[in-house]
């Protein structure tokens, strides 16, 4: 598995990558959205930008679980961390426009959590 915390891991690089380097690049996703919280993350942040009490909050997780699966998101590409030049400091996250494109994915998942589950 990749390192998600490397800064040079994107997913953009999929779309004309070779087909074992495409296959890697959905198992890579497909392991983050398996990670604990983060589908409650991507749900919180479809809603539009939300700062870290916020998601905390909304999503019930742990401040530390939160932390990491906001990194890791962040190092994928999914999530954009905005910070705001304020006193005290104010930090929003934000989904990227390829995250928001697994919103018919994750919409296809409580469909089928709602008949299955």
């Not at 919180?44 to 939160?66: D, I």
């Not at 905005?82 to 989904?95: K, L, S, T």
């Amino acid at each position: 598995m990749r390192n998600w915390y490397s800064p040079t891991l994107r997913y953009t690089g999929c779309v004309n990558a070779p087909l074992n380097d495409y296959y890697d690049c959905i198992e890579d996703a497909l392991s983050l959205l398996g990670r604990q919280g983060s589908y409650r993350v991507l749900r919180a942040l479809l809603e539009g930008p939300k700062r870290f009490g916020e998601l905390l909050v909304e999503t019930q997780l742990l401040p530390r679980t939160l932390s990491l699966r906001l990194k890791e998101m962040d190092a994928a590409g999914w999530v954009e961390r905005q910070q705001f030049a304020e006193v005290p400091p104010r930090v929003e996250y934000r989904m990227t426009e390829s995250a928001k494109a697994l919103k018919p994915l994750l919409s296809a998942v409580e469909d089928w959590g709602r008949r299955c589950g």
